[in-house]
């Protein structure tokens, strides 16, 4: 459809994936754009302290959760595992560990005009007979806000200690001072489980423009079905990243740097915070991916400089950040406080002093702007609801990815 959020994001990816690259893995070719290990390697890498120039996309061997999911294509046609009742897909499986149909999830639809948003609510059920149905279409539904009902989820190799720090952070949201059983409110909780796992489910088709995952955070995916195309702007210098920030949603240049893989079920992708990337899939297969995201001690330096551009430059995210942002900051700043008043090795575990001065620094301009972003969207709202009608009302919009 013309003016369609579908057209302009297929354009786009189009102009992107004609320049993409194979990413560099071997160090003896030059500087690597990703990192293909063993989970053993994935998780000594993701306990070090890397060196911000050298924090690449990771690709390891993931976890099946479901029976089929090592099935590829020839295999599943040769035991007749195609057929629309087919019940061992890891889709059907997928819906199988969910008890409530009856709830909706929103669904990024591309005939959508883009003058309105991406996405409308639609109910599991309905969602659960598209897929088991698996048309092809040239509308492709994208769910990617469905809660994760399948449990212990997580890679291995992100369960370390340097890979907890965004649950530190959800503790001290949601637990304050006390260390006993928070008593936060359920939803609360479950917004939360939600932000650390969920779930990816897409029509053949279905792309995803170049962006970064909100609040700063690192991502992992690992793939159940189908093929997923996953690319990324690789080692982006300061003013490629600043020129694609301006203006997210056209810029395509990228000066040779964009790289894709195609990930094959049981193949897991970890990608550090502010990484600009991109999903595409091909027309013939659905997808379903887990995933869910982790911050690491060792990069809070990197995550705050990642927030503050966010704030500055919000139409790069996956979606609204405004609200909750400052306290995951303010989380970070009592963590740090907490480890400076330990001192000695809980100090020297983030790389000492200078980093914890650096942080509260960054901590500085995160405030600074901020206060400015709120400035400027109070007068945006003031200014459109001026010339709006007596008794209409904004849209609270989302920008959602994947």
């Not at 950040?321 to 009592?334: M, W």
């Not at 400076?340 to 002093?353: C, D, N, Q, Y």
Request: contains cysteine.
């Amino acid at each position: 459809m013309r003016n369609s959020h579908g057209e302009f994001t297929n354009a786009l990816m189009y102009k992107i994936l004609k320049q993409s690259k194979q990413p560099v893995t071997d160090p003896t070719l030059g500087q690597v754009d990703a990192h293909f290990l063993s989970p053993d390697e994935a998780a000594a890498r993701v306990e070090s302290h890397i060196p911000d120039s050298d924090n690449v996309p990771i690709l390891t061997n993931g976890a099946l959760h479901f029976p089929s999911s090592n099935m590829d294509s020839e295999s599943r046609k040769r035991d007749n595992c195609d057929n629309d009742s087919d019940s061992t897909r890891p889709i059907s499986q997928f819906f199988d560990w969910m008890e409530d149909l009856d709830r909706t999830v929103s669904v990024q639809i591309p005939s959508r005009r883009v003058d309105r948003d991406s996405f409308e609510p639609r109910k599991l059920a309905e969602i659960k007979r598209r897929f088991l149905d698996r048309k092809e279409t040239n509308n492709p539904w994208n769910i990617l806000d469905v809660a994760n009902p399948v449990p212990a989820v997580l890679p291995e190799f992100l369960r370390g200690l340097n890979c907890q720090l965004l649950l530190r952070i959800r503790d001290v949201i949601l637990m304050g001072d006390s260390a006993e059983r928070p008593l936060a409110q359920r939803e609360e909780w479950s917004t939360w489980r939600d932000v650390l796992e969920w779930g990816l489910l897409s029509e053949g088709g279905h792309n995803t423009a170049p962006h970064t995952d909100s609040h700063g955070l690192e991502t992992w995916i690992t793939v159940q079905e189908g093929l997923f195309g996953f690319g990324w702007l690789s080692r982006p210098t300061r003013e490629q990243r600043d020129e694609w920030m301006q203006d997210p949603q056209e810029y395509t240049k990228g000066d040779g740097r964009w790289r894709y893989v195609v990930l094959k079920p049981a193949q897991t992708i970890f990608f550090p915070s502010g990484t600009i990337h991109f999903v595409f899939r091909l027309r013939s297969e659905q997808t379903l991916a887990l995933g869910g995201h982790v911050l690491r001690w060792s990069g809070i330096e990197r995550w705050l400089r990642v927030v503050i551009d966010q704030v500055r430059h919000p139409r790069t995210t996956n979606e609204e950040i405004s609200e909750s942002v400052p306290s995951y900051v303010a989380a970070v700043v009592k963590l740090l406080r907490g480890r400076l008043k330990r001192g000695g090795e809980a100090v020297s575990e983030l790389g000492g002093i200078e980093v914890i001065s650096s942080c509260m620094a960054l901590v500085k301009e995160f405030n600074m702007e901020y206060q400015q972003f709120q400035q400027t969207s109070y007068h945006a709202v003031m200014s459109i609801r001026m010339s709006q009608p007596c008794g209409t009302h904004m849209k609270n919009e989302k920008c959602w990815y994947h």
